[in-house]
């Protein structure tokens, strides 16, 4: 009898039976998960001499210090600076996986007008004639959302150079003495997750008492000292509440409880909406452990004090406000927004024209003062990757709308030699940890060799006064990431071990 | 008989050909060996040039790992040949006179994913060399290095496999956290 196809079929049974008690389906399961590592597309990093190079993370206001690990020219991984001054070493999880954003499939990487491909001088040209078409009740205005930059300074010349131009940002001139605080209270404010800069908050996380007033059980709530809940909106009705227990009247039991431990741990701040009122009740401005008065903000206009339907043409960079406010101060017919940003999100979908901006890490730019710093900052954030050809740094477009031949490192070169010139404050050096006198480096060339290097500018600190008026809010609260990969990556970050 | 048994023997046939297969076959045809382009003398240097290990792989200042030296250090010393021996001639001649460096195949490539200090365990843990590398130190020729046909790393499985780490990661009570390896 010869081989019959039964025999073949008991033979590959056999055969496979076997093979699954042998290493090789799971040798090639990993070899081919190897291999799946340097299939075309995957990034891959060049091999090389490691090296440590410094920068200062622009994501958000926060202005953390950043070392990044270098193989040749490619980061290949990033984390805090040691010591630094504003993020005491920390990152938070955007931060420390920074160097794969430039693989995003999401960046944008080419100017739209109306959602259709354009080129970058058909943009600027239609943009300019926007601009020009503006109407005597109308305005054209940028919406910074990050005011005392050099990138600021450049809105501001551009718009003083048209009839209607307003500049528009929410300019806070006040920092937090988080240092000598003893208790917060905080109105919905996420205190524990994005505010200030959060290397800079979980350091001294056990010197103050954290009262957490919000509806939702949130994060920062379930870490907090004592959360309060309280009906959406009722965060004014509230603080009321607890100013009339400060004064030792008969108030709500919750409230009073809130005012006890306000009394019990002095100085405390309050921040979030509602707040104003009790800061100046808890004597909280221009005292240690307070809000401080720094030297950096120039006054602008509030974006929600411009009139309804009155903006024509709007620049914007990331979002800042939500869209409905924005919606409503432009005009019903013909108002164009220019979105010049990164990421084809938020203030992108609703624009007319996108104009890509280089992401962080991918040219040189600057971040100005720390939130919530008491004294002004200033770093520098240095290239470390190569910027696709076709995207541009919001203010060298605005330059260029200008028709302004001066180019945006020339202008931070400017402000480097501002500082130098005025002789104030100190650099803390990214490197070795070091602080210097301005005074007593050589000349603004050094000091712009050294912020290129990796280090921070810090103002000495301003006399204070506690007549000032306060505006202290939640709008430097970078909105928190919530996927499970994020928040893994937040508890390993060093965030929760310093 | 065998016909009785036919069905049953021929399965077991078949499983005894894919697990001689799969284990005797499957782990010599997985790699292929290359040889290293220059025969070095681990030996030879320790004990006529007195050279010692951190003379050649050296720690930075910063903590990085220098790795495998770069061809100026060869040629402080071999700028002319050392002897009259044919590989030296060979040597100077490929590499020395025309300043070109030597394409060593490393013998433990780790993953691009994977992040790897050796001053964390060498000047942290303590750990020797020879724990991981052997007794390449005393050795008088380098062995071939052994590739992965697949995906193209070299060195053995067992430097590759997560599995090492972590076991002597929690041996010795140090972090298992992702982000400890893979930044």
């Known amino acids: ?498 | 008989m065998f016909e009785e048994h036919r069905g049953k023997i021929l399965f077991l046939a078949g499983m005894l050909a894919a697990l001689t297969a799969g284990w005797r076959v499957f782990p010599v045809a997985r790699y292929q060996n290359v040889a290293q382009p220059v025969n070095f003398s681990h030996k030879i240097h320790a004990d006529k040039a007195g050279a010692k290990c951190e003379d050649c792989h050296t720690l930075r200042d910063d903590g990085t790992f220098a790795g495998v030296p770069t061809l100026d250090k060869c040629s402080s010393c071999h700028a002319q040949p050392m002897g009259t021996s044919a590989r030296e001639k060979q040597f100077i001649d490929h590499y020395v006179t025309p300043n070109r460096e030597i394409p060593w195949q490393l013998y433990v490539r780790q993953p691009q994913n994977v992040y790897f200090s050796h001053a964390f365990h060498v000047k942290l843990a303590h750990l020797d060399c020879r724990q991981c590398h052997g007794p390449q130190g005393e050795s008088d020729t380098l062995p071939a290095a052994r590739i992965e046909r697949i995906s193209s790393y070299s060195g053995s499985p067992h430097f590759q496999d997560m599995d090492v780490c972590e076991n002597c990661h929690r041996q010795r009570g140090a972090t298992n956290s992702c982000l400890g390896c893979h930044k």
């Open chain 1, 1 to 498: 009898m010869g081989f019959t196809r039964r025999d073949l079929l008991k033979f590959t049974g056999g055969a496979t039976v076997g093979l699954v008690l042998t290493p090789v389906p799971w040798g090639l399961l990993r070899d081919t998960a190897l291999l799946s590592e340097t299939w075309p597309g995957v990034p891959q990093p060049a091999r090389g001499e490691v090296r440590t190079r410094y920068t200062t993370c622009t994501l958000c206001p926060a202005a953390c210090g950043v070392r990044a690990r270098c193989v040749g020219e490619q980061p290949v991984s990033l984390a805090g600076v040691p010591e630094h001054p504003a993020s005491r070493g920390a990152l938070c999880a955007n931060g420390l996986v920074a160097h794969h954003l430039p693989f995003c499939s999401d960046r944008a990487t080419r100017p739209l007008a109306n959602g259709r491909a354009s080129t970058m001088e058909q943009a600027v040209a239609r943009i300019r004639t926007a601009v020009d078409a503006c109407g005597p009740d109308e305005s054209v205005a940028i919406l910074d959302p990050r005011p005392g930059r050099a990138a600021s300074l450049v809105y501001r010349r551009y718009l003083a150079g048209l009839a209607r131009g307003v500049y528009c940002a929410a300019s806070n001139p006040f920092g937090v003495d988080l240092e000598n605080t003893r208790a917060i209270v905080s109105f919905g404010v996420p205190v524990l997750d994005g505010w200030l800069s959060p290397g800079r908050v979980f350091a001294v996380r056990s010197h103050f008492a954290l009262i957490q007033v919000e509806p939702e059980y949130s994060r920062t709530a379930s870490l907090a000292d004592l959360w309060v809940p309280i009906v959406p909106g009722g965060e004014a009705a509230f603080a009321g509440a607890v100013e009339s227990g400060l004064r030792g009247e008969p108030t709500d039991p919750a409230a009073e409880r809130v005012a006890r431990m306000l009394l019990d741990h002095k100085p405390a701040i309050a921040i979030g909406p509602g707040a104003e009122k009790l800061n100046i009740s808890l004597g909280s401005v221009g005292k240690p452990g307070g809000f401080l008065r720094r030297r950096d903000v120039a006054p602008a206009t509030d974006f929600a004090d411009l009139p309804d339907r009155s903006v024509r043409v709007l620049f914007t960079e990331e979002a800042s406000l939500p869209w409905s406010v924005i919606e409503r101060k432009l005009v019903a017919r013909g108002a164009v927004v220019v979105a010049l940003t990164a990421w084809h999100d938020a203030y992108a979908s609703h624009a007319d024209y996108v104009i890509p901006a280089p992401l962080f890490l991918e040219s040189l730019d600057e971040a100005a003062t720390p939130a919530g710093s008491t004294v002004a900052g200033f770093s520098l954030s240095p290239a470390l990757v190569a910027a696709p050809q076709s995207v541009i740094a919001p203010p060298e477009f605005i330059l260029r709308l200008a028709g302004d031949s001066t180019t945006y490192p020339d202008i931070l070169k400017q402000r480097v030699a501002g500082l130098k010139k005025d002789g104030q404050g100190s650099v803390f050096t990214y490197a070795d940890a070091k602080s210097t006198r301005v005074r007593d480096i050589g000349s603004a060339d050094d000091l712009w060799k050294l912020l290129l290097a990796g280090a921070l500018w810090l103002d000495d600190p301003l006399p204070q006064s506690g007549s000032a008026p306060l505006r202290a809010d939640a709008s430097y609260a970078p909105a928190p990431h919530r996927s499970p990969l994020m928040s893994k990556l937040d508890q390993e970050s060093g965030l929760r071990r310093v």
